[in-house]
């Protein structure tokens, strides 16, 4: 249902792999998608706690939340399960 919408990103939470109709969906789309391996409320939680804290008026900050991502996530093994 998200992906009939404007979804700019999609966060599935409970480690839970979608299926290949939702992957190739959200492709279609370009909607990255994201797996978290927490549950909903504990993923929430940590994605409040992040925006919460960061002010994004300096450049500097701006680079490092960019960077982040790369930092955090396996990209690699994403785009491989993707078959991208």
């Known amino acids: 249902m998200a992906l009939e919408t404007s979804t700019r990103c999609l966060i599935l939470t409970g480690n839970i792999r979608p ?3 939702i992957l190739s969906r959200a492709q ?3 909607v990255p ?3 978290a391996h ?8 940590r994605i409040e706690r992040f925006f919460g ?5 300096q450049e500097k900050k ?4 960019e960077a982040l991502p ?3 996530m396996d990209f ?5 399960e993707l078959g991208l």
């Open 62 to 65: 701006i680079r490092r939340f």
């Open 38 to 45: 927490y549950d909903t409320m504990t993923a929430i939680g």
């Open 70 to 72: 790369g930092e955090h």
């Open 53 to 57: 804290k960061t002010r994004f008026h």
């Open 28 to 30: 279609d789309r370009s």
């Open 33 to 35: 998608v994201v797996l």
């Open 19 to 21: 299926s290949q109709q």
């Open 76 to 80: 690699r093994g994403l785009k491989k």
